[in-house]
T-cell receptor, first 111, second 118 residues
Framework: QKEVEQDPGPLSVPEGAIVSLNCTYS??????FMWYRQYSRKGPELLMY????GNKEDGRFTAQVDKSSKYISLFIRDSQPSDSATYLC???????????FGKGNQVVVIP | GAVVSQHPSWVICKSGTSVKIECRSL??????MFWYRQFPKQSLMLMAT?????????EQGVEKDKFLINHASLTLSTLTVTSAHPEDSSFYIC??????????????FGDGTRLSIL
């Protein structure tokens, strides 16, 4: 079993819809959770960084962590065509430790 | 804040050439930098962890004599692909993490270098 599981998609949604992405993990020692957005031929850009269970909101983005179920989610409200990208979940045991990545989920927002 | 600059963004060169890629943290000091490789439609694969002033730690299966890493300052790490061959063609991405004491900092990534070996 991989440390981090993420359904690669692709996921197509109409503009304005809510995008829902999730990752599951097997290592209960993971304490720090991140979501990165990666446009084609670019490096990943940090979207959300959290280390506690519950929700964290930043503009149209909400990150959700459920440590008891080993499950994290990212929600994008009022999706825009500019949100079309690959979204990678990542996590680490300590804040300064190496990252374990999901495979990435390709999202396409159709105008 | 937390900008990481990677240069060059694209390199095409002949087989046997050595190629150097630079990774700079522009607005923060980075004790630790990471080098990744990414194949099309795949996630990032960690190659090595670079700490300022010490030898890099390579992941299993990564040849340290092939991929030379130097982290001479708190804002610059370099990756040199020595005697590159077509199988080394890939997208190389660096990341850097800030070194604020008693604080866990996330990794911030550069925009990657697309390396094509003919």
């Amino acid at each position: 079993q991989k440390e981090v599981e993420q359904d690669p998609g692709p996921l197509s949604v109409p503009e304005g819809a809510i995008v829902s992405l999730n990752c599951t993990y097997s290592n209960s020692a993971f304490q720090y959770f991140m979501w990165y957005r990666q446009y084609s031929r670019k490096g990943p850009e940090l979207l959300m960084y959290t280390y506690s269970s519950g929700n964290k909101e930043d503009g149209r983005f909400t990150a959700q962590v459920d440590k008891s179920s080993k499950y994290i989610s990212l929600f994008i409200r009022d999706s825009q065509p500019s949100d079309s990208a690959t979204y990678l979940c990542a996590m680490s045991v300590g804040g300064n430790n190496r990252l374990a990545f999901g495979k990435g989920n390709q999202v396409v927002v159709i105008p | 804040g937390a900008v990481v600059s990677q240069h060059p963004s694209w390199v095409i060169c002949k087989s046997g050439t050595s190629v150097k890629i630079e990774c700079r943290s522009l607005d923060f000091q980075a004790t630790t930098m990471f080098w990744y490789r990414q194949f099309p439609k795949q996630s990032l694969m960690l190659m090595a962890t670079s700490n300022e002033g010490s030898k890099a730690t390579y992941e299993q299966g990564v040849e340290k004599d092939k991929f030379l890493i130097n982290h001479a300052s708190l804002t610059l790490s370099t990756l040199t692909v020595t005697s590159a061959h077509p199988e080394d063609s890939s997208f190389y991405i660096c990341s850097a993490r800030g070194n604020r004491p008693n604080s866990n900092q996330p990794q911030h990534f550069g925009d990657g270098t697309r390396l094509s070996i003919l």
